[in-house]
């Protein structure tokens, strides 16, 4: 068995620096206090004679597990026969990407331990994708694949791939499980590792023979992570400086990131913004951590994200960044992102803090508890006297709002606009429902366009920019919320890599509905070739318009769903709410937009903040004491 140690959790440059204690920020009191691992779910199990695959199954139902995505191959099929008999659902999906990606929509959707199984050799590399997109994004899931049998093992047996080996930096932790008699604990330690600290994938390799090892089996187990303490409670000092600097700034901005939702901490992120009435911007891995609607959210910042947001972290004297990361996304040309600003670093994982950008006030801790502590520091400020005057700063923001909406035109060749569809999409569907993009135009779209009001609302591939991503992903979130509407906005690119998925929705139950943006092209690396590369439309064109191949409302049908297509702007509203009315099938919808539709506003990448175009050819303007 594989154990984790302060060497090996650190396999990564993120991990290797995981173990720092930047300026002194983490309080010893508070590090002492950090709970001791304990088992995910108090369950217990008199001790029964099993197979490890049965032992593997008992261990995954002591963990409250309730559903799992997979395949069965020959090196995991032992841990099939047990699972046939078990309380844990078992989703035969199409591919092993789409276990991963289904895994994580669940995880995503539900605040669970997303699970996928798969085999030895191919089935496990093709977790690869998936994996990797949990890890730049932080959600806790657990990937179980089969091994050849260990004798076999560096033998280059049939269907073996070191996939420990080949998953070490896009991991949390990872295991090769050596004997059965380890297998609770193995999966214990897993879960523990994957859902608490700063949340990750975790991968556990069984070989076959230990899966088809006598054992026995008893619960709960007890944890052995030497050196795992994540910590939760922020040192005091840095809570009150952070405090004092905000109380003093006069162009303070939240900055805020996904790490905010993985804590469950909206609702103290809305105290203290009100508290303090500083402005609020949420990155694409953040929205719905802070109403899109209230007064003080200036929207997304970024690349693609709002002037005012933008310009408020640009200008800013003070950025105080809760759960964020500093992505290369945000910053533009890191050398010139807000140059006259103080920053305040809060995060789980120490290796995020200055890793990017210096950071004048670390602070390392559990967003929920940063946040709770810091509105009792500000709240100390201000009964002190000390409260900032923002006055002049909302104004230069509200006249930046005020000039520079968030919009779109019209095609001039009289096709579907996108943006039209996906914010007629969000108005009727309305901010209950749970909303997951692919990666491309239709993503930021979404982004623009949908207002989300409450958080796990909203579900992408933000820091892998994982193609084919979105079908699974709602396939998985509606499973963990079935009370919930789920709707995927996909491309028509992306949407050809993972849509066989609809075939596992429509067998097992699962209505799913499908906004395919097809604009007949891979429509974001369109927009580059129009923008960088003088219109040289090399290998974009998909022929879903010129050629209609696939016919989207054909294979929707051929996958066992209800297909639909719209292909102007009157019948939007009576499509979605056809697709609306339909609750008994996934529903797919072919949205026939035009090709030349553009994401605006754009920070060109490797470009400064600085040089944001609102529209094409079109620079904001701003006073001459400003950018």
């Known amino acids: 068995m594989t154990r984790p140690t302060p060497e090996t959790l650190a396999h990564t440059a993120r991990r290797a620096r995981a173990t720092a204690d930047p300026a002194g920020t983490v309080d010893p009191a508070a590090a002492r206090a950090a709970a001791t691992p304990a088992v995910p779910a108090v369950r217990t199990a008199a001790p029964a004679q099993v197979s490890g695959a049965g032992s593997l199954v008992r261990s995954l139902e002591a963990l409250g597990v309730d559903v799992v995505f997979g ?6 099929l032992p841990a099939y026969d047990p699972l046939y008999d078990s309380t844990v659902r078992h989703i035969l999906v199409r591919h ?10 669940y995880a995503q959707a539900t605040g669970k331990v997303g699970v996928c199984i798969a085999t030895s050799g191919p089935g496990a590399t093709n977790l690869v994708t998936p994996i990797a997109d949990a890890y730049m994004d932080s959600v806790a899931m657990v990937a179980i694949t089969g091994q050849v049998a260990r004798p076999s093992i560096g033998t280059d047996a049939f269907q073996e791939a070191d996939i420990q080996g080949i998953t070490l930096p896009i991991t949390k932790h990872n295991f090769l499980v ?38 026995t089996f008893s619960w709960p187990p007890t944890l052995d992570l030497p ?28 900055y805020v990131g996904g790490g905010v939702l993985k804590a469950g901490a909206t609702d103290g992120l809305r105290r203290l913004a009100e508290l303090t009435g500083i402005p609020v911007v949420t990155t694409l891995m953040a929205l719905g951590a802070f109403p899109d609607s209230h007064q003080q959210h200036l929207g997304m910042p970024g690349m693609h994200g709002t002037v005012a947001a933008v310009y408020g972290l640009q200008k800013a004297d003070l950025i105080v960044a809760l759960g964020a990361r500093f992505d290369d996304r945000v910053t533009g ?32 801790g559990d967003a929920k508890h940063v946040i709770d502590e810091l509105i009792a520091a500000v709240t100390a400020e201000r009964s002190a006297g000390h409260t900032a005057d923002l006055g002049d700063w909302w104004t230069q923001l509200d006249d930046l709002r005020n000039r520079y909406p968030l919009g779109y035109d ?19 569907v309305g901010s209950d429902a749970i909303f997951v993009a692919g990666v491309g135009q239709h993503q ?76 007949g092209n891979l429509g974001m690396v369109r927009q580059w070739q129009t923008l960088f590369y003088n219109e040289r439309y090399s290998n974009t064109e998909l022929g879903t318009h010129k050629h209609r191949i696939p016919d989207f409302v054909k294979l929707a049908e051929a996958l066992g769903c209800v297909g639909l297509r719209c292909e102007s702007a009157a019948d939007v509203d009576k499509t979605i709410a056809a697709a609306m009315e339909i609750n008994d099938a996934p529903v797919v919808i072919d949205f026939v937009v035009g090709k030349d539709a553009m994401v605006w506003p754009m920070v060109a990448a490797g470009t400064s903040n600085d040089e944001i175009m609102f529209a094409r050819g079109v620079r904001p303007v701003f006073d001459e004491d400003d950018i």
């Open 444 to 519: 930021m779209w979404a982004s623009q366009f949908i207002s989300y009001e409450k958080p796990y609302t909203w579900l992408n591939s933000g820091g892998l920019g994982t193609m084919g991503y979105a079908v699974p992903a709602a396939m998985g979130a509606k499973v963990g919320k079935p009370d919930t509407v789920v709707w995927a906005v996909d491309g028509d690119g992306c949407f050809q890599m993972t849509n066989q998925e609809l075939a596992t929705c429509a067998l097992e139950g699962i209505p799913v509905k499908i906004a395919v943006i097809n604009n």
């Open 227 to 254: 050196g795992y303490r994540p910590t939760l409670h922020p040192h005091g000092k840095q809570i009150r400086e952070a405090a004092r600097l905000m109380a003093a700034a006069r162009r303070p901005v939240l």
């Open 71 to 76: 395949i069965p191959g020959g090196a995991i």
């Open 96 to 105: 092993e990407q789409g276990a991963g990606h289904a895994a994580t929509g």
């Open 178 to 215: 050596q004997t059965a008699e380890e297998i609770p604990q193995v999966l214990a330690e897993a879960f523990h590792l994957a859902s608490t600290g700063r949340p990750g994938p975790v991968l556990v390799d069984i070989p076959k023979d230990v899966l088809q090892a006598s054992t």
């Open 410 to 428: 019209e095609p001039v060749d009289g096709t579907l606009s996108p943006q039209y569809v996906i914010k007629r999409l969000g108005e009727i």
């Open 333 to 364: 040309k890191l050398d010139s992102f807000a140059p006259d600003a103080a920053v305040v670093h809060a995060d789980i994982d120490p290796a995020e803090i200055g890793k990017n950008r210096h950071v004048d006030v670390p602070i390392v």
